[in-house]
């Protein structure tokens, strides 16, 4: 007999929401199994949920013989009420370039209200390209990358490919070196080379000191798409003497910022001609490259569908290989979760917040400027914003209404893109010796739904000042080895700073601010009216972080009085400089943090102005690369340069031995090939 007071148990518990159930109603590939390595095949899922729902979708792959691991985050999917069931936002395109065998493909899916989940798995066997004893070449969806396969090689051995135009007119390339894997073939990306070329690549294996290299094969690339819009290059100096010609590519992160051509995200050799590209499915091409990887591919924030219905604007962080494939996906609603359960409260869903926002809410709102794979364990870092609501007045604004303030959260990642550690800037916002959340950006730059260079915006309007105010607008981050912290680049406060993150052990409070007003003071050895950099890009600690810090200088703030925005535009500024000196800088400094002091042994003006954007970086040679982005040559005519300077010995001076003009970039980097990026 049921008792009053397990009756209501019983009722409480078929009301709850807990009861819905989730299943996972179908699971189909595109092509039956088996297919040959560098195949793509699409999965099509569908779903149910008794609950409301909604369901959300992740999906895994396991290789033959390993572990589970993430390919696509849990991601909202869309309800096909009129046919009953739920499907991922997106498909699910899965390509096996690794070895053969039989592939576990799984997905999961959850109802994150109710926390109830159900997976599939299917078992889809991968065949090898390669049934002889010679190695064979296989198209990607990129006309510029190949596939080459060799048979499989010794256990403790390493192999690579080196790879070379039929006519030998350019020097060999080579991939990086792989371990040997003794059951299965070996397969690599080749990537670098120039469209409708002839090609003889072979297998190259290392047993101890001898390297024995393999039967060659031939191939010959695509053509560029006639479909697709190319940047073009002009080469205003060519490489002088002392010029790194090693590090032969140029690869370059391209941006719009207006409405126009949209160009893919190019390599290119010195002289300008493409040698790779990489462009989403989307006709804007809406993704932001923020780092090439050692080894091959490249990081980047992407448009795309996530948990906020509201935006599509840089909810994405993807991991992809050099022909393209996703190999890493998250986005900003499953970290979301993820940072809820470790306790953070500023970087929740801004749909949840109701309006007018309250003095005191804040969400996490897109990605920006920056994901990086340079930490221990093979650990990724990105950056994100947060929206946070402040008393009328804060930082000077003048509306009477509550105030929207934009920081910004760094947020790392283990190799499964899981959040392991975060630094919250509104966590440490109470004054000196950290942030001060009453001193406003110093050029006092606001943002507002749709302006260039802001984050899609959530909380202002409707109760709220109209515009954002962009406080920190921070734009790169450096893992320095010797510390074992984050260097934390600040445009709006004309500061790096030292964050402690002692390898996600860290607390998070900043150690220094660098920086005009800062905690170091300024060596001044030549005498720089305006010694401090302002509004700086790709901040980073050289020779693997021995030093010296590199420093894209933009110079805004010597452009423009310290809180005047002007938005850029050269004039009389703070130290007097008119447009004829109101250029860029590239700059290398010492930083003595015994004494709490900088030197700089580079600070070359580079000719240019470039309001925003930029790269800095120390070449192989010890020459320094430079890159003004946004280079105004007339009306609605933007350029870059990309140029490399050899210091001058006894100085802080360089000249310049090589400077290439391109298309509008967010950055560029200079390497050895598409397998080598800069190991700052």
């Given at each position: 007999m049921l008792t009053f007071y397990n009756r209501a148990c019983l009722l409480g518990l078929l009301a709850a929401p807990l009861f819905g159930a989730v299943t996972v109603a179908s699971m189909t590939p595109s092509l039956t199994p088996p297919q040959l390595i560098g195949t793509a095949i699409t999965w099509t899922v569908t779903a149910t949920?008794?609950?409301?729902?909604?369901?959300?979708?992740?999906?895994?792959?396991?290789?033959?013989?390993?572990?589970?691991?993430?390919?696509?985050?849990?991601?909202?999917?869309?309800?096909?009420?009129?046919?009953?069931?739920?499907?991922?936002?997106?498909?699910?395109?899965?390509?096996?370039?690794?070895?053969?065998?039989?592939?576990?493909?799984?997905?999961?899916?959850?109802?994150?209200?109710?926390?109830?989940?159900?997976?599939?798995?299917?078992?889809?066997?991968?065949?090898?390209?390669?049934?002889?004893?010679?190695?064979?070449?296989?198209?990607?969806?990129?006309?510029?990358?190949?596939?080459?396969?060799?048979?499989?090689?010794?256990?403790?051995?390493?192999?690579?490919?080196?790879?070379?135009?039929?006519?030998?007119?350019?020097?060999?390339?080579?991939?990086?070196?792989?371990?040997?894997?003794?059951?299965?073939t070996m397969t690599f990306e080749i990537a670098g080379m120039y469209p409708s070329t002839a090609y003889q690549m072979f297998a190259q294996v290392e047993t101890g000191t001898n390297i024995v290299n393999g039967p060659p094969v031939s191939y010959t690339t695509g053509?560029?798409?006639?479909?697709?819009?190319?940047?073009?290059?002009?080469?205003?100096?060519?490489?002088?003497?002392?010029?790194?010609?090693?590090?032969?590519?140029?690869?370059?992160?391209?941006?719009?910022?207006?409405?126009?051509v949209y160009y893919p995200d190019v390599a290119t050799d010195l002289s300008g001609n493409v040698i790779w590209y990489y462009r989403t499915s989307s006709t804007t091409h809406a993704n932001l490259l923020t780092r090439p990887l050692q080894g091959g591919g490249i990081l980047s924030i992407e448009l795309g569908p996530s948990w906020n219905a509201r935006t599509v604007a840089s909810q994405l962080v993807r991991q992809l290989d050099l022909a393209g494939n996703i190999v890493r996906e998250t986005n900003t609603g499953i970290l979301q979760q993820q940072l809820i359960d470790m306790g953070e409260t500023?970087?929740?869903?801004?749909?949840?917040?109701?309006?007018?926002?309250?003095?005191?809410?804040?969400c996490l709102g897109g990605f920006h400027h920056e994901a990086m794979q340079a930490l221990p364990n093979g650990y990724t870092a990105v950056?994100?914003?947060?929206?946070?609501?402040?008393?009328?007045?804060?930082q000077g604004d003048n509306t009477g209404m509550p105030v929207d303030i934009v920081?910004?959260?760094?947020?790392?990642?283990?190799?499964?893109?899981?959040?392991?550690?975060?630094?919250?800037?509104f966590e440490h916002d109470g004054g000196a010796p950290q942030l001060d959340i009453t001193r406003p950006a110093v050029l006092d730059e606001t943002c507002y739904s749709g302006f260039g260079g802001c984050p899609p915006l959530f909380l202002t309007g409707k109760g709220v000042a109209p515009k954002a105010r962009d406080w920190l607008h921070g734009n790169s981050i450096y893992y320095w080895p010797q510390d074992h912290d984050l260097l934390f680049s600040s445009r709006h406060q004309d500061w790096v700073?030292?964050?402690?993150?002692?390898?996600?052990?860290?607390?998070?409070?900043?150690?220094?601010?660098?920086?005009?007003?800062?905690?170091?003071?300024?060596?001044?050895?030549?005498?720089?009216?305006?010694?401090?950099?302002?509004?700086?890009?790709?901040?980073?600690?050289?020779?693997?972080g021995a030093g010296p810090l590199s420093i894209f200088d933009n110079?805004?703030?010597?452009?423009?009085?310290?809180?005047?925005?002007?938005?850029?535009?050269?004039?009389?500024?703070?130290?007097?400089?008119?447009?004829?000196?109101?250029?860029?800088r590239g700059m290398a400094l010492t930083v003595d943090e015994k004494t709490m002091q900088v030197t700089p042994v580079l600070s070359q003006d580079l000719g240019y102005y470039s309001s925003s954007m930029g790269s800095a970086q120390l070449l192989y040679n010890g020459n320094y690369f430079f890159l003004p982005a946004l280079v105004a040559l007339g009306t609605n005519h933007i350029v870059s340069f990309n140029m490399q300077l050899l210091p001058t010995g006894g100085s802080v001076n360089a000249t310049k031995v090589l400077n290439i003009q391109g298309t509008e970039v967010y950055r560029s980097w200079q390497m050895p090939d598409m397998y080598t990026p800069p190991i700052s």
């Amino acid at each position: 007999m049921l008792t009053f007071y397990n009756r209501a148990c019983l009722l409480g518990l078929l009301a709850a929401p807990l009861f819905g159930a989730v299943t996972v109603a179908s699971m189909t590939p595109s092509l039956t199994p088996p297919q040959l390595i560098g195949t793509a095949i699409t999965w099509t899922v569908t779903a149910t949920d008794t609950a409301r729902g909604p369901l959300t979708f992740q999906f895994n792959v396991a290789p033959p013989g390993g572990s589970f691991a993430m390919v696509k985050d849990f991601n909202v999917g869309t309800n096909r009420k009129k046919l009953g069931f739920w499907q991922p936002p997106t498909a699910f395109v899965w390509t096996p370039t690794g070895i053969e065998g039989t592939y576990q493909i799984q997905v999961v899916v959850k109802d994150f209200k109710t926390g109830r989940t159900a997976s599939q798995i299917y078992s889809f066997q991968v065949d090898p390209l390669v049934t002889g004893d010679m190695p064979v070449t296989a198209n990607t969806a990129n006309p510029l990358v190949a596939l080459f396969s060799a048979p499989s090689c010794a256990a403790g051995s390493l192999m690579r490919v080196s790879f070379q135009e039929s006519s030998q007119a350019t020097p060999a390339n080579t991939t990086n070196w792989v371990p040997c894997n003794p059951s299965a073939t070996m397969t690599f990306e080749i990537a670098g080379m120039y469209p409708s070329t002839a090609y003889q690549m072979f297998a190259q294996v290392e047993t101890g000191t001898n390297i024995v290299n393999g039967p060659p094969v031939s191939y010959t690339t695509g053509a560029l798409p006639a479909d697709i819009p190319f940047p073009a290059s002009e080469v205003r100096i060519r490489p002088r003497a002392g010029a790194d010609t090693t590090d032969s590519v140029l690869l370059h992160s391209i941006t719009r910022l207006s409405k126009g051509v949209y160009y893919p995200d190019v390599a290119t050799d010195l002289s300008g001609n493409v040698i790779w590209y990489y462009r989403t499915s989307s006709t804007t091409h809406a993704n932001l490259l923020t780092r090439p990887l050692q080894g091959g591919g490249i990081l980047s924030i992407e448009l795309g569908p996530s948990w906020n219905a509201r935006t599509v604007a840089s909810q994405l962080v993807r991991q992809l290989d050099l022909a393209g494939n996703i190999v890493r996906e998250t986005n900003t609603g499953i970290l979301q979760q993820q940072l809820i359960d470790m306790g953070e409260t500023n970087a929740g869903p801004c749909s949840a917040i109701r309006r007018p926002a309250p003095v005191g809410a804040a969400c996490l709102g897109g990605f920006h400027h920056e994901a990086m794979q340079a930490l221990p364990n093979g650990y990724t870092a990105v950056l994100a914003d947060i929206e946070k609501i402040f008393a009328p007045g804060t930082q000077g604004d003048n509306t009477g209404m509550p105030v929207d303030i934009v920081g910004d959260i760094v947020i790392v990642l283990d190799t499964n893109w899981q959040v392991v550690w975060y630094f919250d800037t509104f966590e440490h916002d109470g004054g000196a010796p950290q942030l001060d959340i009453t001193r406003p950006a110093v050029l006092d730059e606001t943002c507002y739904s749709g302006f260039g260079g802001c984050p899609p915006l959530f909380l202002t309007g409707k109760g709220v000042a109209p515009k954002a105010r962009d406080w920190l607008h921070g734009n790169s981050i450096y893992y320095w080895p010797q510390d074992h912290d984050l260097l934390f680049s600040s445009r709006h406060q004309d500061w790096v700073m030292r964050v402690s993150y002692q390898d996600a052990a860290g607390d998070g409070h900043i150690v220094w601010r660098m920086g005009p007003g800062g905690d170091f003071t300024f060596n001044n050895v030549n005498n720089d009216p305006w010694p401090w950099f302002s509004h700086q890009h790709e901040v980073a600690m050289e020779n693997d972080g021995a030093g010296p810090l590199s420093i894209f200088d933009n110079g805004d703030t010597r452009v423009s009085e310290p809180g005047v925005s002007t938005g850029g535009t050269p004039g009389l500024g703070a130290a007097g400089c008119g447009p004829a000196d109101c250029n860029n800088r590239g700059m290398a400094l010492t930083v003595d943090e015994k004494t709490m002091q900088v030197t700089p042994v580079l600070s070359q003006d580079l000719g240019y102005y470039s309001s925003s954007m930029g790269s800095a970086q120390l070449l192989y040679n010890g020459n320094y690369f430079f890159l003004p982005a946004l280079v105004a040559l007339g009306t609605n005519h933007i350029v870059s340069f990309n140029m490399q300077l050899l210091p001058t010995g006894g100085s802080v001076n360089a000249t310049k031995v090589l400077n290439i003009q391109g298309t509008e970039v967010y950055r560029s980097w200079q390497m050895p090939d598409m397998y080598t990026p800069p190991i700052s």
